[in-house]
Every structure is written in structure tokens, then in C-alpha cells.
Antibody, heavy 118, light 105 residues
Framework: EVQVVESGGGLVQPGGSLTLSCAASGFTFHDYWMTWVRQAPGKGLEWVAAIKGDATAKNYVDSVEGRFTISRDNAENSLYLQMSSLRVEDTAVYYC???????????WGQGTRVTVSS | EIVLTQSPGTLSLSPGERATLSCRASQSISSTYLAWYQHKPGQAPRLLIYGASSRATGIPDRFRGSGSGTDFTLTISRLEPEDFAVYYCQQEASSFGGGTKVEIK
């Protein structure tokens, strides 16, 4: 059974840093692009970042470019999102998802909540 | 940057009725790149349709995707109680539309 489980969310002050993790199981992790998507309170879904199976390509939404870093450890079947210079507007539930369908995300985790507040 | 605009913002319908959701792109996109998701509060989003019209694994055939170019549609033929949720379109595995909430009338 395919599973992705996020962890690492919490409360952080503006300007602070946080690293999110996503543990994947039930599939050949290195074969798939993986992605992070977030949902701010009362808002819709926003794609944040994606990384190719072999980590040779990474993409980011403009609003996090230079502040967030997506990475993966294929030996550990894990995906990460290092977030720095956090802003209040980064407050959201962050979802990890597998890009397993053509240009679409077929398996999602339950999300981890990040709150940026003083 | 391609912007996806979904309409209406909210659709109030009764179980058994037909739902028609629209997703319009600011410029033409390949049908290959258009996906639809269902999202309920407190749950993980669920992939419904990819490639504009292909149903994802396990999705009932009352969900149908169609369209091309700049105009795409998700149709739910007969609403079941579990279909009341927010629906998002997405292009090229990146940006999402603003969502359409399907609520019980």
C-alpha cells in the first residue's frame, strides 16, 4: 500500500527556520517526482516545490524561491522541505504528494501544520 | 504564468443532481496537463481526473472530465452525499485554480 506521511510542523517565529519530512512507503521511491503543496487557512491549494526522482531537477513557486529547499534521501525513502526566513504568510498545512499520474499527484499525506507567528 | 480560474465559487445542489464545474486557463494548455482534485476538510486531497479526461484509480464513473485549450469541465452526473467537497483544477503539476465548493442545498 502506498503511503506518504508528513512530520515536522509546528510553531515558529517570523524569520525562523523549520524542516518538514515526508516518509514514503509502498512504492519504488526513486522512480517518482515528489512534491510539496500547502493550504493556508481559509485558502485554496498552492503548489510549493517539486523534485525529480534522482534529485537532478527541482522547481519552486516564486514566493518561496531562495527561502525553501526541497531535497530527498532515496536510501531512506524520505522527502524534505527546509524552510528558512519564514513569513507569517507561510502559515499553512503542508502536504507531501507523489507525482504518480501523468502531470498529477496521485497519493497525498494527511499534512503537517506550520504556524509562523510571534 | 498560466492562471486557472474556476467557476462558480460555490455550487449549491441537492443529492442526485448534476454538478458542472468550470476551469478556464489564461492561455491554451495541453489537455495532458490538466488534473482535477477533490478536497474535504481535514483530509488529504484526492486525485479524480488527469489528462483532462482520464479517471484516476478507484474513481467512480459519475465523475467525468472534458475540455481542451482554455476551457475544461468536471461533471458529476448524480451527486452522492460524499461528493460535497471543494474541487480544484491544476495545470502542469503546478498551479491550482481557486477551487469550487460544492455544498448541500
Amino acid at each position: 500500500e502506498v503511503q506518504v506521511v508528513e512530520s515536522g510542523g509546528g510553531l515558529v517565529q517570523p524569520g525562523g527556520s523549520l524542516t518538514l519530512s515526508c516518509a514514503a512507503s509502498g512504492f519504488t521511491f526513486h522512480d517518482y517526482w515528489m512534491t510539496w503543496v500547502r493550504q493556508a487557512p481559509g485558502k485554496g491549494l498552492e503548489w510549493v516545490a517539486a523534485i525529480k526522482g534522482d534529485a537532478t531537477a527541482k522547481n519552486y513557486v516564486d514566493s518561496v524561491e531562495g527561502r525553501f529547499t526541497i531535497s530527498r534521501d532515496n536510501a531512506e525513502n524520505s522527502l524534505y522541505l527546509q524552510m528558512s526566513s519564514l513569513r507569517v504568510e507561510d502559515t499553512a498545512v503542508y502536504y507531501c504528494a507523489r507525482a504518480g499520474a501523468p502531470w498529477a499527484f496521485d497519493y497525498w499525506g494527511q499534512g503537517t501544520r506550520v504556524t509562523v507567528s510571534s | 504564468e498560466i492562471v486557472l480560474t474556476q467557476s462558480p465559487g460555490t455550487l449549491s445542489l441537492s443529492p442526485g443532481e448534476r454538478a458542472t464545474l468550470s476551469c478556464r486557463a489564461s492561455q491554451s494548455i495541453s489537455s495532458t496537463y490538466l488534473a482535477w482534485y477533490q478536497h474535504k476538510p481535514g483530509q488529504a486531497p484526492r486525485l479524480l481526473i488527469y489528462g483532462a479526461s482520464s479517471r484516476a484509480t478507484g474513481i467512480p464513473d459519475r465523475f467525468r472530465g472534458s475540455g481542451s485549450g482554455t476551457d475544461f469541465t468536471l461533471t458529476i452526473s448524480r451527486l452522492e452525499p460524499e461528493d460535497f467537497a471543494v474541487y480544484y483544477c491544476q495545470q502542469e503539476a503546478s498551479s491550482f485554480g481557486g477551487g469550487t465548493k460544492v455544498e448541500i442545498k
